[in-house]
């Protein structure tokens, strides 16, 4: 699959900043591809002088018994820790730039506190997980220093992606996630690659009523692709993720269906 890679007017961003401080927790809904609605979540997205501060919440029910073990020493399917709900609570600081720097989740689920912590190089992970007054923690080596931490089910990380990415892009046009193990059902942390590119369509929707220009953009993963939908200003209005088989929709957006060829 040949795709057009396109840069985003750096503005976008800038545009983005003063909509987020001034709007109220954006609200999600999760649309299985059957159209279930299966979840949702909510986030505030701030900036300060250190970066930007996400704070958030996601949760779902994915109908699915699969299982796995969060000890990224043991991939083996069948311990105790059910991917099939999940209720997160998220706490991240990211750099202008897009980079992580530190942060938590916690699922509510399970019990299950996680930090991450990125070395003074960013080479590593520090990730300590309390669960029941029993710790343990482990280090993550990632490929290349530059990454961010994103949550599976979340849109809130999906939309620092976006901002940090269209205002900071790379050359090559790719860009490092970790994936936390607390929300997949991979059964440990997961660095992943991913392209960011422009699609060639002029999508529009509606947002409580009112038409929307929309941005379409296109994550390539090595699983798959996720098509992303913006406003003008890069504000996320729906995701579908494709590896999950899952859609990040925003409360009372409607995405008009593409023209018939």
Do not use: C
């Not at 706490?91 to 530190?102: A, H, I, M, P, Q």
């Not at 090595?222 to 098509?227: L, N, Q, S």
């Amino acid at each position: 699959m040949h795709l057009r890679a396109a840069l985003v007017p750096v503005a976008l961003a800038s545009i983005a900043i003063s909509a987020f401080a001034a709007a109220p927790a954006n609200s999600f809904n999760l649309v299985s591809t059957s159209g279930k609605n299966i979840g949702n979540a909510s986030y505030t997205i701030t900036k300060d002088k250190n970066g930007w501060h996400i704070v958030g919440k996601f949760q779902y029910h994915l109908g699915s018994s699969t299982q796995a073990n969060t000890n990224t020493g043991d991939t083996h399917m069948g311990s105790s820790v059910m991917y099939n709900e999940g209720q997160f609570n998220e706490d991240f600081k990211v750099s202008d730039d897009g980079n992580f720097l530190s942060g938590y989740t916690q699922n509510s689920t399970n019990q299950m506190m996680t930090s991450f912590q990125s070395s003074k190089n960013s080479s590593e992970v520090v990730i300590n997980q309390i669960q029941g007054g029993a710790g343990q923690a482990h280090n993550v080596t990632m490929p290349k220093p530059n990454f961010l931490i994103v949550p599976d089910f979340d849109p809130a990380t999906l939309q620092i992606f976006l901002t940090t990415a269209l205002a900071h892009p790379h050359d090559d046009k790719t860009y490092l996630f970790l994936v936390p193990a607390g929300s997949n059902p991979r059964g440990k942390e997961a660095p992943l690659y991913v392209i960011l590119q422009l699609a060639p369509d002029t999508p529009s929707g509606t947002l409580d009523g009112k038409s929307v220009n929309l941005m379409h953009y296109i994550v390539a993963y090595h699983t798959g692709k996720a098509d992303v939908y913006t406003d003008d200003t890069g504000t996320l209005m729906q995701a579908d993720m494709g590896p999950l088989n899952v859609s990040y929709i925003r409360a009372k957006f409607s995405l008009a269906a593409a023209p018939a060829k």
